[in-house]
């Protein structure tokens, strides 16, 4: 699997038909994103674009608590990819949920994180490819889509304990009225809480059938997926997503991938490159991406990929590039 395959992302068909439910064109959408008309009828999107499409819905809702609620409800289970679509047969709500995680590995730019413990059950949202220009709506549909999945499966109003999110929301009002539970805004995680009394609740979409048709050929898609993917690929995930916090120490991911720092770079060795270089790789692809994002200036985008200073990056840049961050940005953002 090669470095770029994190940023592709699947483009679920379903959306646009949601859209279309909600009176947004996908043409529409399309052209206020700045994005081809082709983009409709792509199946996968990198992840610049992917951001795109969610922030043009958000900027065409008004709203991005109402814009959020409106598409979760309106969206049809069936036009779900099948990873998705095989949570809704599940037997019950933690079924689902523990199938969801792990599927969802199949689909970024997302993974979900989830435990159990008392009379809760967290998920914490994580994005597997970091950029600050995430839009909060997607952030929001994706824990709405898992209240919906519950509700959906069980055809019971449930609601959450807490949600919790990092970035404002829009109308807070309307999405403690959709949750059914204080939601925190400006926080330090996005989280979705839920009852651990309600993960018993059967799901009346359970469908045995069905389940033992998609879950061997997903679970051995996903094997595949785990197995083609190289060391340096986890590694330089791993780095760009922690680069904002300094400049990542190579124990500290052997440490995420439960290994000894000696043993990851003798894998990497094994695959003929270093942690030094994947280092690099990383810092400037994110470089790269971004500097093509005109709301950030230049001393931001140095410190999100790990420069203490600006002066730093100005010197790697040129020697990556052969040209100031400042002229790169003119010439290609």
Same mark, same amino acid.
């Given at each position: 699997?090669?470095?770029?395959?994190? #940023?592709?992302?699947?483009?679920?068909?379903?959306?646009?038909?949601?859209?279309?439910?909600?009176?947004?064109?996908?043409?529409?959408?399309?052209?206020?994103?700045?994005?081809?008309?082709?983009?409709?009828?792509?199946? %996968?999107? #990198?992840?610049?674009?992917?951001?795109?499409?969610?922030?043009?819905?958000?900027?065409?809702?008004?709203?991005?608590?109402?814009?959020?609620?409106?598409?979760?409800?309106?969206?049809?289970?069936?036009?779900?990819?099948?990873?998705?679509?095989?949570?809704?047969?599940?037997? #019950?709500?933690?079924?689902?949920?523990?199938?969801?995680?792990?599927?969802?590995?199949?689909?970024?730019?997302?993974?979900?994180?989830?435990?159990?413990?008392?009379?809760?059950? %967290?998920?914490?949202?994580?994005?597997?490819?970091?950029?600050?220009?995430?839009?909060?709506?997607?952030?929001?549909?994706?824990?709405?889509?898992?209240?919906?999945?519950?509700?959906?499966?069980?055809?019971?109003?449930?609601?959450?304990?807490?949600?919790?999110?990092?970035?404002?929301?829009?109308?807070?009002?309307?999405?403690?009225?959709?949750?059914?539970?204080?939601?925190? %805004?400006?926080?330090?995680?996005?989280?979705?809480?839920?009852?651990?009394?309600?993960?018993?609740?059967?799901?009346?979409?359970?469908?045995?059938?069905?389940?033992?048709?998609?879950?061997?050929?997903?679970?051995?898609?996903?094997?595949?997926?785990?197995?083609?993917?190289?060391?340096?690929?986890?590694?330089?995930?791993?780095?760009?997503?922690?680069?904002?916090?300094?400049?990542?120490?190579?124990?500290?991911?052997?440490?995420?991938?439960?290994?000894?720092?000696?043993?990851?770079?003798?894998?990497?060795?094994?695959?003929? %490159?270093?942690?030094?270089?994947?280092?690099?790789?990383?810092?400037?692809?994110?470089?790269?991406?971004?500097?093509?994002?005109?709301?950030?200036?230049?001393?931001?985008?140095?410190?999100?990929?790990?420069?203490?200073?600006? #002066?730093?990056?100005?010197?790697?840049?040129?020697?990556?590039?052969?040209?100031?961050?400042?002229?790169?940005?003119?010439?290609?953002?």
């Amino acid at each position: 699997m090669s470095s770029h395959s994190y #940023n592709r992302i699947k483009m679920p068909q379903g959306l646009w038909e949601g859209l279309r439910q909600l009176g947004i064109a996908s043409h529409d959408l399309a052209r206020k994103a700045g994005l081809p008309l082709t983009i409709i009828s792509e199946t %996968t999107v #990198n992840t610049a674009q992917y951001y795109a499409i969610w922030q043009a819905y958000s900027d065409l809702s008004g709203d991005i608590a109402q814009g959020l609620i409106n598409l979760a409800t309106v969206y049809e289970v069936t036009k779900y990819p099948p990873p998705i679509l095989a949570t809704y047969h599940a037997r #019950n709500y933690r079924d689902a949920l523990h199938r969801m995680a792990r599927y969802k590995q199949l689909c970024p730019p997302e993974r979900l994180k989830m435990v159990e413990a008392g009379e809760s059950f %967290t998920i914490d949202l994580e994005w597997i490819i970091t950029d600050q220009t995430c839009p909060p709506l997607l952030v929001g549909i994706t824990l709405a889509f898992l209240l919906e999945l519950g509700r959906k499966g069980t055809g019971r109003p449930l609601i959450a304990s807490a949600v919790e999110f990092t970035q404002p929301m829009g109308d807070e009002k309307a999405l403690e009225a959709y949750f059914g539970c204080p939601v925190q %805004t400006n926080g330090s995680r996005n989280r979705l809480t839920l009852h651990r009394k309600d993960l018993d609740l059967s799901f009346l979409t359970y469908n045995e059938e069905l389940i033992e048709i998609l879950s061997p050929a997903l679970d051995h898609t996903l094997h595949e997926y785990k197995v083609n993917r190289s060391m340096s690929d986890m590694v330089k995930w791993i780095m760009k997503r922690s680069l904002s916090a300094g400049r990542p120490e190579v124990q500290t991911i052997a440490k995420e991938l439960g290994m000894s720092d000696r043993t990851l770079q003798r894998r990497l060795t094994d695959e003929k %490159t270093s942690f030094v270089h994947l280092l690099t790789q990383a810092r400037h692809e994110q470089a790269r991406m971004y500097l093509a994002d005109l709301s950030l200036d230049i001393k931001e985008v140095a410190f999100l990929i790990g420069y203490e200073d600006q #002066n730093s990056f100005y010197r790697a840049f040129r020697a990556w590039e052969g040209d100031t961050p400042a002229n790169w940005r003119s010439e290609h953002a």
